[in-house]
């Protein structure tokens, strides 16, 4: 059964930090893309940060230089570092996988069920 379960959202002031985790389970995430979501009150569902199997970062530019991407293959976990959060970073942040190369945010993906940051 596979599972992609979000956690370490929360309400934090701006300027402040949080560290979202997905922990996986139910598949071998180690040869999967892997991304973070966040949609936005009123707003699409975005792609905001990505981290291929091969060790290759993304980050949209609303986030470049706050936010850092990272996993651990040990833990089968993702992890979304944020800093200096800005109101603009409010929303429900999701995690994703590709493992199937279909591309980050298809519904071929693995998708949890998101995690809530308000700012």
């Known amino acids: 059964h596979v599972q992609l379960v979000e956690s370490g959202g929360g309400s934090v002031q701006a300027g402040g930090s949080l560290t979202l985790s997905c922990a996986t389970s139910g598949y071998h995430f180690s040869s999967c893309d892997m991304g973070w979501f966040r949609q936005a009150p009123g707003q699409e569902r975005a792609l905001i940060s990505s981290l291929s199997m091969h060790g290759t970062r993304t980050y949209a530019d609303s986030v470049k230089g706050r936010f850092t991407i990272s996993r651990s293959m040990v833990k089968n976990t993702l992890y979304l570092q944020m800093d200096n959060l800005q109101i603009d970073d409010t929303g429900l942040y999701t995690c994703?996988?590709?493992?199937?190369?279909?591309?980050?945010?298809?519904?071929?993906?693995?998708w949890g069920q998101g995690t809530q940051v308000t700012v």
């Open positions: 994703a996988a590709d493992c199937g190369d279909y591309g980050l945010g298809t519904a071929n993906n693995y």
